[in-house]
């Protein structure tokens, strides 16, 4: 897998993301994942729909989790017409476990930790922890990246609004 540009921190220490890195304008590429039942869940299952991909590292960590429950908090405002969907390397079972303790039921929640497409695809997997830095991507209803956050330091949030904003540009 090759490492991409972006230059991202874990607790102020310098990190290398692996895959593809993804911009703005890019035709998104189709992915797999795991849904929190090991069903597959692919990009193209949502195709007509603006697309919010919420990337973390563990489902287990503080920020992760408020991450979670600010996009699932977020989304009882938007259209029906826009969806979340949640990616880390977590197991589903876990993923499963949080959403059903915290009453996550508007971001879908998936597991990338079988086969790495997404992050492979979108440049997410960390090196050295093999866990997924924290970012956003939007997608519009044709497919096309609109909005493509890394977060620079990994254990800070997600700049929520921008991405919502773009999204809610697109419907």
């Known amino acids: 897998m090759n490492k991409n540009n972006v230059k991202l921190t874990f607790k102020n220490n310098p990190i290398t993301l692996l895959g593809n890195e993804i911009k ?3 035709k998104a590429p189709d992915f797999k994942v795991l849904a929190n039942d090991l069903s597959p869940v692919k990009l193209s299952d949502y195709k007509g729909k603006v697309v919010v991909l919420s990337v973390f590292p563990s489902i287990d960590t503080g920020v992760c989790a408020t991450q979670n429950r600010t996009f699932n908090k977020k989304a009882t405002q938007l259209s029906d017409d826009i969806v979340i969907i949640g990616i880390s390397v977590d197991l589903p079972f ?10 996550i039921d508007k971001v879908i929640t998936t ?3 079988k086969d790495l497409d997404f992050s492979s695809k979108y440049g997410f997997l960390i090196e050295e922890l093999r866990l997924l830095a924290r970012g956003t991507v939007v997608i519009d209803k044709e497919g096309v990246v609109r909005h493509v956050e890394y977060v620079s330091e990994v254990t800070n949030e997600p700049d929520y609004e921008a991405a919502l904003n773009t999204a809610k540009s697109l419907v």
């Open 111 to 113: 597991s990338d930790h």
């Open 24 to 26: 703005v304008g890019d």
């Open 94 to 103: 876990a993923l499963g476990r949080f959403c059903g303790a915290e009453g």
